[in-house]
């Protein structure tokens, strides 16, 4: 099945620092989500984003949904040690099934206190 | 508060045997969705219901079969697990008010012998 690009694929940061990954498509999307995962359990979403430019934040976890509809990136400031996990980027495509959500591979988070 | 709940946290079989996961959501969502996650192969799409009794294909339904008798659960079989099935298995589901905004369960990590 399809897949989003998601970058990087993995990243080690020293507490404290600022973390910024993004997915890109292929093509257009009409949903952006982003999730983080803990170890041994599911995916809690963190954000939605549903209009091209939206910039959406909570707590210090900001996310925005490309102009182009076709991207979405991911900040995270300040990082504490509990930031650790995975996060994945997912979205729908306006094409096709909107029922499914097309997923990123992730970017796996470590944080040195 | 949303809740998607897994009959097993952790489960193992032979191979040969019949398999049942289970999926109960309370939040009256429409659609329920089986994935399985493997290291670096991301969420990967099992099957997926949108109504009682429905059902469709995902991207990696081989090997499986969904029962969807009532609105809040959803049951994932293996009618013959083998070694290639020992995976993270994870439902979720969404409503029509949160279309795309898939909400997960805590997983069941199956080793298959």
């Known amino acids: 099945g399809q897949q989003l690009n998601q970058s990087p694929q993995s990243m080690f940061i020293q507490e404290g620092e600022d973390v910024s990954m993004n997915c890109t498509s292929s093509s257009i999307f009409n949903t952006w989500l982003w999730y983080k995962q803990d170890p041994g359990e599911g995916p809690v979403l963190l954000i939605a984003?549903?209009?091209a430019g939206e910039l959406t934040s909570n707590g210090r976890l900001t996310a925005q949904f490309g102009i182009t509809r076709k991207d979405s990136f991911l900040n995270i400031s300040a990082s504490i040690p509990s930031d650790v996990g995975i996060y994945f980027c997912?979205?729908?495509?306006?094409?096709?099934?909107?029922?499914?959500?097309?997923w990123g591979l992730g970017t796996s988070l470590a944080v040195n206190p | 508060d949303v809740k998607v709940t897994q009959s097993s946290r952790y489960l193992v079989k032979r191979t040969g045997e019949k398999v049942f996961l289970e999926c109960v959501q309370d939040m009256d969502h429409e659609n329920m969705f089986w994935y399985r996650q493997d290291p670096g192969l991301g969420l990967r799409l099992i099957y997926f219901s949108y109504d009682v009794k429905m059902k469709e294909k995902g991207d990696i339904p081989e090997g499986y079969s969904v029962s969807r008798e009532k609105k809040e659960r959803f049951s994932l079989i293996l009618e013959s697990a083998s070694t290639n099935q020992t995976s993270m298995y994870l439902c979720?589901?969404?409503?029509?008010?949160?279309?795309?905004?898939?909400?997960f369960g805590p997983g069941t990590r199956l080793t298959v012998l």
């Open positions: 997912a979205g729908a495509p306006r094409a096709g099934n909107n029922r499914k959500l097309i």
């Open positions: 984003l549903y209009k």
């Open positions: 979720a589901s969404t409503g029509v008010s949160s279309y795309n905004e898939q909400f």
